[in-house]
């Protein structure tokens, strides 16, 4: 079955690149139709959507984060990767990636990682 | 961006109850809609995609309706593991958004 799985640093400094991995199982991330999400929830508080990339690679971003953020593939490893650059502490949020196929929502969730940005 | 509204924030309601939620868009999001349940330290769960279309295996005690600019989600005969909190998310765009969630509490 698909699963997903993130993971990457549990604390970052202000101002620093916080790189975060998924690695998907179980699944293509080069089928027709597929998407491959962020999303983010800061202790608390509600889910924000963060970035996707889809089965061309073609990539979106959250319009109020979109320069900070960059998502990219690598096939070869199964893995969609997330950068962040400088962070800040209102950045502290688990991080979820997700999947979504065709005209579904996002049917397969990792479990999330933490990560708290801290001098 | 699309701006999802939820209501209310905050329910409570008892076992047995029936409870509806509303999402509101700020645009025509035809019926790319999905609804998500959440419980604390987990992930979200997929419940309904398009609207109102039930994912395989969830209760059919839950239900979603609307399309457009306004949608509902209803829970029928609550049970105990429904005290959850539940999200909207539109998929119209390319821009998702996720409304701000409703707890429902005992």
């Known amino acids: 079955q698909a699963t997903l799985r993130e993971s990457g640093p549990a604390l970052v400094k202000p101002r620093q690149t916080l790189t975060l991995t998924c690695t998907v199982s179980?699944?293509?991330?080069?089928?027709?139709?597929?998407?491959v999400t962020w999303i983010r929830q800061p202790p608390g508080k509600a889910l924000e959507w963060l970035a996707l990339?889809?089965?061309?690679?073609?990539?979106y971003y959250s319009t109020s984060l979109k320069n900070r953020l960059t998502i990219s593939r690598d096939t070869s490893k199964d893995q969609v990767v997330l950068t962040m650059t400088n962070v800040d502490p209102v950045d502290t949020a688990t991080y979820y990636c997700?999947?979504?196929?065709?005209?579904?929502?996002?049917?397969?969730w990792g479990q999330g990682t933490t990560v708290a940005v801290s001098s | 961006d699309i701006q999802m509204t939820q209501s209310p924030s905050t329910l409570a309601a008892s076992v047995g109850d029936t409870v509806t939620i509303t999402c509101r868009a700020s645009?025509?999001?035809?019926?790319?809609l999905a609804w998500y349940q959440q419980k604390p330290g987990k992930a979200p769960k997929l419940l309904i995609s398009?609207?109102?279309d039930l994912e395989t295996g969830v209760p059919s005690r839950f239900s979603g309706t609307g399309s457009g600019t306004e949608f509902t989600l209803t829970i029928s005969s609550l049970q105990v593991d429904d005290f959850a909190t539940y999200y909207c998310?539109?998929?119209?765009?390319?821009?998702?958004?996720f409304g701000q969630g409703t707890k429902l509490e005992i």
């Open positions: 997700a999947r979504r196929f065709s005209r579904w929502g996002m049917d397969v």
């Open positions: 179980g699944f293509s991330l080069s089928e027709s139709g597929m998407f």
């Open positions: 990339i889809d089965w061309d690679g073609d990539t």
């Open positions: 645009q025509n999001i035809l019926d790319w």
């Open positions: 398009k609207a109102s």
């Open positions: 998310q539109q998929y119209s765009s390319y821009q998702y958004t």
